[in-house]
């Protein structure tokens, strides 16, 4: 089993920054691939970015390239995303996913990661 727990998330003005953080538990992050994913009210959840568990590939949601970066440290069990130049549109609540396999985490499964995290809310005022 592992346990995700996120954090970071707070309410920002349009243009500014936040660093998201999911912290693992429970068994070696390294073993994973991790994703981060979001929904929106009244909007289906949504991948955002992902990263495979040694770093070498990622994946990003078009609208989010050049903005988000997803980086991990697996000798600390936790990944970051770090979000600048924030649009009211990226206003949902994130939540963090692990699997041993790649592609759920990216979004391009019809299977959903295993372990998911309880979520933390994103708010961008315009």
């Known amino acids: 089993q592992v346990q995700l727990v996120e954090s970071g998330g707070g309410l920002v003005q349009a243009g500014g920054s936040l660093r998201l953080s999911c912290a693992a538990s429970?068994?070696?992050?390294?073993?994973?691939?991790m994703g981060w994913f979001r929904q929106a009210p009244g909007k289906e959840r949504e991948s955002v970015a992902a990263?495979?568990?040694?770093?070498?590939?990622?994946y990003y949601k078009d609208s989010v390239k050049g903005r988000f970066i997803l980086s991990r440290d697996n000798a600390k069990n936790t990944v970051y995303l770090q979000m600048n130049s924030l649009k009211p549109e990226d206003t949902a609540v994130y939540y963090c996913?692990?699997?041993?396999?790649?592609?759920?985490?990216?979004?391009?499964?019809?299977?959903?990661?295993?372990?998911w995290g309880q979520g933390t809310q994103v708010t961008v005022s315009s």
């Open positions: 429970g068994r070696t992050l390294s073993s994973y691939h």
């Open positions: 996913a692990a699997d041993r396999s790649y592609a759920p985490v990216s979004g391009s499964s019809y299977h959903t990661p295993d372990y």
């Open positions: 990263i495979s568990w040694s770093g070498s590939t990622t």
